[in-house]
């Protein structure tokens, strides 16, 4: 088995997760929240190994107002492009806005063998 590792900074109020069947850790919960980049936000480094989970960073609007279970489970269907309005709808309102920015981009570990 060939081990990945994530390696990214952070800033502001998104997050990364880290997803599996089995369940999902934070890999931003060092990050500084405030103050936001561009109003003197430091980026907090961070290094993961993620073997065969999914890789969700996520504006502050979706892990606000979703609750992680959900995020969990819409993030593993299997066409992110479901996944993605699936969890955008899940923290919609009524009226059909949205409470905040939700920012979500899907990254799958590359099936084979790493290039090289």
Same mark, same amino acid.
């Given at each position: 088995?060939?081990?990945?590792?994530?390696?990214?900074?952070?800033?502001?109020?998104?997050?990364?997760?880290?997803?599996?069947?089995?369940?999902?850790?934070?890999?931003?919960?060092?990050?500084?929240?405030?103050?936001?980049?561009?109003?003197?936000?430091? $980026?907090? *480094?961070?290094? /993961?190994?993620?073997?065969? @989970?999914?890789?969700?960073?996520?504006?502050? #609007?979706? +892990?606000?107002?979703?609750?992680?279970?959900?995020?969990?489970?819409?993030?593993?269907? $299997?066409? *992110?492009?479901? /996944?993605?309005?699936?969890? @955008?709808?899940?923290?919609?309102?009524?009226? #059909?806005? +949205?409470?905040?920015?939700?920012?979500?981009?899907?990254?799958?570990?590359?099936?084979?063998?790493? *290039?090289?």
């Amino acid at each position: 088995m060939t081990v990945r590792t994530a390696v990214e900074a952070s800033v502001g109020d998104a997050g990364v997760w880290l997803i599996r069947d089995s369940g999902y850790g934070t890999l931003t919960e060092r990050q500084y929240r405030r103050p936001l980049l561009g109003n003197g936000g430091l $980026p907090v *480094p961070f290094e /993961a190994r993620h073997e065969n @989970a999914i890789l969700r960073v996520a504006a502050d #609007g979706l +892990l606000k107002y979703a609750i992680p279970t959900t995020i969990r489970r819409l993030a593993l269907w $299997p066409n *992110p492009q479901d /996944a993605v309005r699936a969890l @955008a709808d899940s923290v919609r309102l009524r009226s #059909g806005g +949205l409470q905040g920015d939700i920012g979500v981009a899907p990254c799958r570990p590359a099936t084979g063998a790493p *290039p090289g």
